[in-house]
Every structure is written in structure tokens, then in C-alpha cells.
């Protein structure tokens, strides 16, 4: 049971070289929450890697050495990444990706680098989000415990008169 007696720890963690190894695995399944980050398992995000599929792996094997680790599902609920498995969705169907007012969209990101930003008051990229995290935390992928969203209170720059979403009518 929970008790502030001990300071409660957690770990938000990757391995970009490649799954971990059984030592690492060993230290990762001692704490007692872990988020794995969304370039785990993915040289170079390369394309085609696909978070949902490498986190699935790294927690099944994670509760196999420890069952009562909860191990969080990582997505980013802001930039498209291409290793979410959303990535393919939103380039196929761009009315999911944030416009400003002038119909251009919102990039995170000063770079060429940059990475389109999600719509979020879309229902169906709402609803998308909602299938991923499911589909991930289902055992048959692996049974990670629940979903991590990073940047759910982050807002893309630059923002102000110049930001609307594409749909603002929901």
C-alpha cells in the first residue's frame, strides 16, 4: 500500500540503441511506475519504427520479471512523431493536423525539422488517441498498464491572433 513514509519513485526511461538488456530490465522492474519514452527501442527514429509495437514488447518483459511494475505507454499529444503509429494517419488525412488563420499548418519547431502539430479539438484524432492507447495496454500487444500523454497542457508556438483550429465548431 501507498505511504508517504517512503518517497514514491518512478522512472521515465529509453534505450535508443535497442531493446535493454536482461540487466537492464532487471533494474527498470524494481521500480514501482515506469514510462517508456517514444524513441525506446528505435535508432534514429527511423521510419517505420513503431512505438506501439516496441513498447508492447518491453512491457510484457518488464511484468515477466516483475508483474506489479505499472508501465506506462508513452504518445505525445502535441508534435507527430514518426514513430507513433498516428504518423501515417495524419499524413494520409490532413484535416487532422492544427491550422493557423491563414490555413497553413502549425509546426512545432523552428528547423526544417519541425513536426505537425495535432488538432486536438477533432473528435476523430480524439478518438484515435483513445484507440492507440487501448490498443497498447490490450496483453495481446504486450499489456502495458495505461497511457503516458506528454505535452497535454503545451500549446505550439507561435500562438496568439494568429491560431485557430481547423475545427473549432466541437
Given amino acids: 500500500p501507498f505511504s508517504w513514509a517512503k518517497l514514491p519513485m518512478f522512472l521515465h526511461t529509453q534505450n535508443t540503441s535497442g531493446p535493454w538488456s536482461p540487466a537492464a530490465l532487471r533494474r527498470i522492474a524494481e521500480f514501482p511506475l515506469v514510462t517508456l519514452e517514444k524513441s525506446h527501442d528505435s535508432p534514429a527514429q527511423r521510419r517505420g519504427h513503431r512505438l506501439d509495437k516496441t513498447t508492447g514488447v518491453a512491457c510484457a518483459a518488464i511484468h515477466a520479471i516483475n508483474p506489479a511494475t505499472k508501465v506506462l505507454y508513452y504518445s505525445n499529444s502535441l508534435m507527430a512523431y514518426s514513430c507513433d503509429p498516428l504518423y501515417d494517419v ?28 495535432y488538432d486536438v479539438t477533432s473528435p476523430a484524432l480524439r478518438r484515435l488517441f483513445t484507440d492507440s492507447c487501448v490498443n497498447t495496454t490490450l496483453s495481446a500487444n504486450g499489456g502495458c498498464n495505461g497511457c503516458f500523454l506528454d505535452r497535454a497542457a503545451t500549446q505550439p508556438w507561435p500562438v496568439g491572433n494568429d491560431y485557430t483550429a481547423a475545427n473549432s465548431t466541437t
Fill in 90 to 117: 495524419i499524413d494520409a488525412d490532413p484535416t487532422l493536423i492544427l491550422k493557423d488563420a491563414h490555413g497553413r499548418d502549425v509546426r512545432f519547431g523552428r528547423t526544417s525539422r519541425s513536426l505537425a502539430c
